[in-house]
Every structure is written in structure tokens, then in C-alpha cells.
Antibody
Framework: QVQLQESGPGLVKPSQTLSLTCTVS??????????WSWIRQPAGKGLEWIGR???????NYNPSLKSRVTISVDTSKNQFSLKLSSVTAADTAVYYC?????????????WGQGTLVTVSS | DIQMTQSPSSLSASVGDRVTITCQAS??????LNWYQQKPGKAPKLLIY???NLETGVPSRFSGSGSGTDFTFTISSLQPEDIATYYC??????????FGQGTKLEIK
């Protein structure tokens, strides 16, 4: 059974860069069968898709965040990562990593447990 | 951008009740509509995909219907463990994934 686990600093200062990593276990991130995605959720609010990456390194981003987002993959570590630059309090949220099957690219079938990132000085 | 309007935002019902949540897309999305259940402090869980298909292992009291712009999610007989927030989610070929605002379901 595949598992995803987010990790990274829980506190980031305004204007700095938020960096998170998702470690995938129980399956190879380089199988070619999945996209790997980031989604966030501010406290008490809804879900917002941030972007996704394929094994090849090809990325797609939410247009509303595209100028500040970089998603990368490290197949040797079975990990993918999120960087969000120039953060403000509005970026405070629980950040989830999730898996998207290539053959059914409309769904998120497995999710990490989420990690809370607070933007504050 | 495709906007998703989900209603109601909250709902109170009794155990055994039939519960219905709706989701409307701002343009035709065919059947690219999924439903998730999120319990407090947990990640969302996929329940229904492609508007009407039940994910493996999900109880049959959950169902979905619709196509185009109007979709419905139904719990045929509400159980105490169904207390959660439910989200619809659409996909378009940009690609872009968009979630509804969520429906918080409580027991009356």
C-alpha cells in the first residue's frame, strides 16, 4: 500500500520561501504511472490545488500560484518537493501531497496526512 | 477558469436520513466530477469518481449522479460515521483541478 508523508518547517517568515518534501513509500515514484501533486487547505477553508509533476520532471501549476511555485522530483530518494516563494500570511495552510493516476488523471487517489505551515514573523 | 458551486455549505440530518449535496460547474465538465469525504484532522478520501462510480471499499450507501454542469451526491441512509465535510472536485484538460467550497454534515 502506497504511503505519502509530508515534511518540512512548520513556521516560515513572511517574504521567505516555503519548502516541503513528500516522501513516497510502498511504490516507486518513477514508475511512470502517476503524477505527484500538492494541495493546500487554509484552516477552516476549502482545498486548493497547487500543482503536479510527472516522473520526467514535467510540471503543471495552478495559474493563480504559478509565478511563485516550483515543484521538483528526486527519483533517487523517491521524493518530490514544493517551493513557494514570497510567502505571506495568506499562505498559512495545511499542505497535502497526493497521487494522481496517469490513466485516471482526474482524481487524487492517495493523500499524505498533511503538514501545517504557518507564515509568521 | 471553471468555478464550482457546492450547496448547501452545512447540513444537519438525523441518523437514517437521506442526504443530498449538489455541485454546479460554471461550464460543461462532462463527467469529470469527483466527491471526497474529509473528517476533522484528516486528509480527504475519494468516495465517488467520474460523477457516479463508487471507489473500491466505499459503502454502497454513497452514490453520485449527474453530467455536464449539475451533479448530485447522496447518502441513502446517514450513519454516525458519515459526519464529515464533503467536497466536489472537477478536472479540466489545462490541467486544472478545482474543488467546491465544501458541505459540513452534522448529526441532528
Amino acid at each position: 500500500q502506497v504511503q505519502l508523508q509530508e515534511s518540512g518547517p512548520g513556521l516560515v517568515k513572511p517574504s521567505q520561501t516555503l519548502s516541503l518534501t513528500c516522501t513516497v513509500s510502498g511504490g516507486s515514484i518513477s514508475s511512470g504511472s502517476y503524477y505527484w501533486s500538492w494541495i493546500r487547505q487554509p484552516a477552516g477553508k476549502g482545498l486548493e490545488w497547487i500543482g503536479r509533476i510527472y516522473t520526467s520532471g514535467s510540471t503543471n501549476y495552478n495559474p493563480s500560484l504559478k509565478s511563485r511555485v516550483t515543484i521538483s522530483v528526486d527519483t533517487s530518494k523517491n521524493q518530490f518537493s514544493l517551493k513557494l516563494s514570497s510567502v505571506t500570511a495568506a499562505d498559512t495552510a495545511v499542505y497535502y501531497c497526493a497521487r494522481v493516476p496517469v490513466e485516471m488523471a482526474t482524481i487524487f487517489d492517495y493523500w499524505g496526512q498533511g503538514t501545517l505551515v504557518t507564515v509568521s514573523s | 477558469d471553471i468555478q464550482m458551486t457546492q450547496s448547501p455549505s452545512s447540513l444537519s440530518a438525523s441518523v437514517g436520513d437521506r442526504v443530498t449535496i449538489t455541485c454546479q460547474a460554471s461550464q460543461d465538465i462532462s463527467n469529470y466530477l469527483n466527491w471526497y469525504q474529509q473528517k476533522p484532522g484528516k486528509a480527504p478520501k475519494l468516495l465517488i469518481y467520474d460523477a457516479s462510480n463508487l471507489e473500491t471499499g466505499v459503502p454502497s450507501r454513497f452514490s453520485g449522479s449527474g453530467s455536464g454542469t449539475d451533479f448530485t451526491f447522496t447518502i441513502s441512509s446517514l450513519q454516525p460515521e458519515d459526519i464529515a465535510t464533503y467536497y466536489c472536485q472537477q478536472y479540466d484538460n489545462l490541467p486544472q483541478y478545482t474543488f467546491g467550497q465544501g458541505t459540513k454534515l452534522e448529526i441532528k
